[in-house]
């Protein structure tokens, strides 16, 4: 045998295709029941045994997990090794890449698993080359719009397990993303280990392997199988080699040869007729029929999954400001962001199911790849700042599309002087330092001085009078501040009192208030705002304390004595009533599967209240306090009820209008008191049984019907995520996070509701026996940290009756505006007038129904910018930007030519990739070798 070969070369020479190829390989959690360094000191072990058996092996075959970080986190321990290992990957036995982290499909969005395959891919070339095939084995279900990102790479084949639907009854279909890309794969019916228990015991295996063939026959339709022989975290088989070899002897018409994933579907028949005669499946893939999908991941551990949304939009703010602001180059610290995000993609750390440390580290990773965005963003400041001009605010707006921009300034003017077209906030305290001191103590003031900065303010000016100084600071300086002259005044006034002399030193500032202010901001632009000058072109908010109501005409809002809210839309005429309940359950599961319970919802409050918290004309406020009795847990005694011991729970929903919004900004927030429990928010269809839902994420729009396939071991609860917005009958529901919802009717008929999961709360990572799940999805370990006792959970959305049946661009453009804050800063160019210096446009600016997801610089001076078509049918780009763009793909190849970007059509669904200037030029990512990137 000789594993070297061309499997299936029709080659003079080339060895006959076998019964079976056995596919030797690890499934390497980088960080789940044990934190990441644990699984490290793991890993090194395995793969210095592996490199050994490929030296003294010559015919062994390994794949590495399609995931870059493995061996990358391997050189880190062992940079000597480098060596060795790109050797082994050169000579074909050690398959490596494409990704940089096997991730969870659903709890990032469409621009991270680009950059995931970016860093998987550059990283695997520095030892070699990657593995030509999207091998994703173990996610838990699959993105309707993985077939494009594949494609984008040039990539054209997978490998997969979960999700398939039960239509599907052989070894490989194709799978097609939403604008008809399509990839052949691999399928991976029967799980990644396939071939585990074939070769125990050994005397038996041509016996267990000949009995398999015969049985799964169909699935093969006459091609050779695929033995997957490997699981979590196995060392190679140190005599796979010597085993396979004495099923020959005694069964030489059983053929076996060792290869990698990638030699196995290098072999498989890639002509035009045999891949129109494979089963088309067409988008996301969340079915049951064979494999858990394990949906309640979606819905455990909130917060990481808010860190993750929140990672991924400031990463994308700082690309788009630097984009916009040019200067030094600040690559290095996207880079290191995007790593850390997409390192916290893994399909257990994400997803919440992992072990507390585990989880606490990928939380921590994800606030650290925000702080570096932060950074990146604190650099452009100054370029953003010298925008407008003192005393005024520069906005970069980010998003693509045009928006009314609020944000809130400080303003030296008293309540009855203030500018026009602003919303007082808060009248502030003259008075900031007010304290006295002894002869002693006194000339310890100079240390609190530095320049002209005192108390975070420019002093203006000080005086004495008799025993008082009073200081006078204020945003900027009025002139020269002399440190020495006040020193010497200082001194002059203690001299000849006595140590314990008290002295009365008072800090004020000029009258201020704390404003809002707002503007109308053009797309991926920087406007100066002036209060007093700049104002929003939309109706105002007008809030009416007596009725708890507010509007702006475009949305109106009331809220009932019961804390449910009705909400309209006065254009459309759309109209939902009894918006915003709550409700509790008892959940006996984990963190892979919810576990209902046969009682103990809870859904009616036992108070009220309802504040006006404020009341516009820019933005209005209402606060809705809500006070539960919930049960404490379960009960000790019996986990399939709730305890009769109940505990307050506070729950504030926030409601939010601003002037110029087609939506109602919700935030329902609390700190959790109990344990073991569902908490979900139901916001009205409007429709009496809807029949299907939409919702956004990962680059594209899927709809799903009420139900979710089952046939394995989980009952198919039909829960899904949701990313960008979820839509059903009349309402729409923006998102700033992966969020899980369902369609639930209400008890008693009437209309449908959307449930978002607001909170999931469970002690055990997974649990043995569950009342939805034949076997466990883990070990039974406890995980305190889950059940979110004490932490504060907020759950931030807005709903939208504006936006048709979801199809068009509405949804998506709001969708986009509400997710992204933009950048604001203090002005600090000389008075150029009310207008201050005036707008400046970005590189590239979306005027249409195409979203922009990505503008990034990319070579010395070249700009990358992504774009997606959300909508169902095809649409023109209408994008205006400086200088000529070309479409490439992902990776910055094939480049046409330029193309006029205004009329430039996108299909419905498609993913576009534009590049300008040396952008057009791909990068060397293979300069680098081993030894250096170690």
């Known amino acids: ?78 940079p000597e090794a480098a060596g060795r290992l790109r050797s082994a990957v050169e000579r074909g036995q050690l398959a490596v890449g494409p990704f940089l982290i096997l991730l969870d499909e659903f709890c990032c969005d469409g621009e991270t698993i680009v950059r995931n395959l970016e860093l998987g891919i550059e990283a695997a070339r520095r030892v070699g080359t990657e593995m030509r095939v999207g091998y994703l084995p173990d996610m838990f279900g699959h993105a309707a719009q993985m077939p494009q990102i594949l494609r984008g790479f040039g990539i054209a084949d997978a490998a997969l397990w979960r999700g398939v639907p039960d239509s599907v009854r052989e070894h490989a279909f194709e799978w097609e993303a939403l604008d008809g890309e399509r990839v052949r794969v691999e399928y991976l019916w029967d799980g990644y280990g396939s071939a585990l228990k074939l070769f125990d015991p050994l005397d038996r295996a041509p016996e267990l392997i000949g009995e398999y063939l015969r049985t799964n026959a169909a699935w093969f339709r006459g091609e050779p199988a695929a033995g997957m022989f490997g699981t979590d975290h196995m060392l190679p088989r140190q005599d796979l080699v010597e085993v ?47 494999g858990n999908i394990l949906p309640g991941v979606f819905s455990v551990r909130t917060n990481i999954k808010a860190a993750m949304a929140a990672a991924e939009r400031a990463l994308t703010t700082a690309e788009r400001l630097d984009a916009w602001a040019g200067g030094p180059s600040r690559s290095a610290l996207f880079r290191r962001g995007w790593r850390m995000v997409v390192e916290s993609t893994a399909h257990d750390s994400v997803t919440g199911c992992g072990v507390d440390e585990t989880a606490e580290e990928v939380e921590s990773r994800l606030h650290v790849a925000t702080h570096t965005a932060r ?157 007093g000058h700049s104002r929003p072109g939309g109706a105002p908010v007008e809030v009416d304390g007596a009725s708890a109501s507010m509007g702006n005409s475009l949305v109106t809002v009331r809220v009932r004595p019961t804390g449910l809210v009705e909400v309209e839309d006065p254009v459309s005429g759309r109209r939902i009533t009894d918006a915003l309940g709550l409700v509790d359950e008892g959940d006996r599961g984990d963190s892979y599967n919810f576990g209902p319970l046969g009682g103990g919802t809870v859904r009616e409050p036992v108070s009220v209240d309802v504040d006006i918290v404020e009341s516009g004309p820019l933005r209005g406020r209402i606060r809705v306090r809500r006070r539960y009795r919930l049960p404490r847990g379960l009960d000790p005694s019996d986990r ?33 008191t109990v344990r073991d429990h569902r908490l979900r928010v139901l916001v009205p269809t409007g429709v009496a049984a809807v029949a299907e839902s939409s919702s956004a994420g990962q680059f594209g729009v899927t709809t799903r019907g009420r139900g979710a396939e089952g046939g394995w071991g989980e009952f198919p609860l039909p829960t899904f995520p949701a990313t960008r917005f979820v839509r059903a009958g009349s309402a729409g529901v923006l998102l700033d996070k992966l969020t899980e919802y369902e369609l639930v009717d209400r008890p008693g008929g009437g209309t449908t509701d959307i449930a978002l999961t607001v909170l999931r709360a469970v002690g055990l990572m997974s649990v043995n026996v569950h009342p939805l799940r034949d076997e466990p999805a883990g070990s039974e370990l406890a995980v305190p940290g889950a059940q979110y006792v004490g932490v504060h ?133 293979t300069r680098a070798g081993p030894e250096e990137e170690s």
């Open 793 to 925: 959970v907020r759950a931030s959305f807005a709903l939208d009756l504006s936006a048709g049946d979801g199809s068009g661009p509405g949804v998506v453009e709001h969708s986009d505006v509400f997710r992204f804050d933009p950048v604001t800063v203090a002005g600090s160019a000389a008075s150029a007038g009310a207008a201050g210096p005036g707008q400046s446009s970005g590189p590239l600016v979306t005027e249409g129904r195409v979203a922009l997801e990505s503008l990034r610089r990319v070579g010395e001076t070249g700009l990358e910018a992504r774009l997606v078509n959300y909508g169902r049918e095809p649409e023109p780009m209408r994008v205006r930007a400086v200088g000529s763009w070309s479409p490439t793909d992902m990776e910055g190849l094939g480049a046409t030519g330029p193309v006029d970007l205004w009329d430039h059509p996108v299909p419905a669904g498609a993913v576009v990739t534009l590049r300008s200037g040396d952008a057009l030029v791909a990068p060397d990512i």
């Open 1 to 78: 045998m000789n594993g070297a070969s061309e499997p299936g070369s029709s080659a003079p020479g080339a060895a006959a295709p076998p019964a079976m190829w056995v596919v030797p390989h690890t499934h390497w959690d980088r960080e789940w029941y044990e934190p990441h360094d644990v699984f490290r000191a793991r890993l090194v072990v395995m793969v210095d045994a592996l490199l050994d058996l490929l030296e003294s092996e010559p015919d062994y075959r390994f794949t590495l997990d399609g995931q870059s970080a493995a061996f990358e986190d391997y050189l880190e321990i062992r």
């Open 375 to 531: 950074g990146a963003i604190d650099t452009c400041l100054p370029r953003l700042a010298a925008c407008a001009p003192r005393g005024s605010v520069a906005v970069f707006n980010q998003s693509g599309w045009g928006r009314t921009v609020l944000t809130e300034v400080v303003v030296e003017r008293t309540v009855d002087d203030l500018p026009a077209d602003t919303q007082l906030l808060e009248e502030l305290d003259t008075v900031i330092g007010d304290e006295s001191m002894t002869s002693r103590d006194l000339p310890r003031l100079l240390r609190r001085i530095h320049g002209q900065e005192l108390f975070g303010g420019q002093i203006r000016g000080w005086s004495w009078e008799g025993r008082e100084l009073v200081f006078e600071v204020a945003e900027s300086a009025a002139g020269d501040f002399d440190l020495a002259e006040f020193s010497d005044e200082l001194s002059r006034r203690v001299a000849g009192t006595t140590e314990d002399h008290l002295w009365h030193v008072l800090t004020v500032t000029p009258p201020r208030s704390r404003v809002l202010v707002g503007a109308d901001v053009p797309g991926n632009s920087v406007v100066p705002l002036v209060p």
């Open 640 to 672: 399939s009820r709730r305890s009769s011991e109940t505990v307050e729970q506070e729950v504030d929903t926030h409601l939010e209008l601003r002037v110029g919004e087609p939506f109602l900004r919700v935030e329902v927030e609390l700190v959790n």
């Open 244 to 290: 396979v070899e004495g099923v020959h002897e005694v069964s030489p018409g059983l053929a076996l040869r060792i290869a990698t994933v990638g030699e196995v579907i290098d072999s498989r028949d890639h002509t035009p007729e045999a891949l129109g005669a494979l089963p088309l499946v067409r988008g996301e893939l969340r079915s049951h029929a064979r």
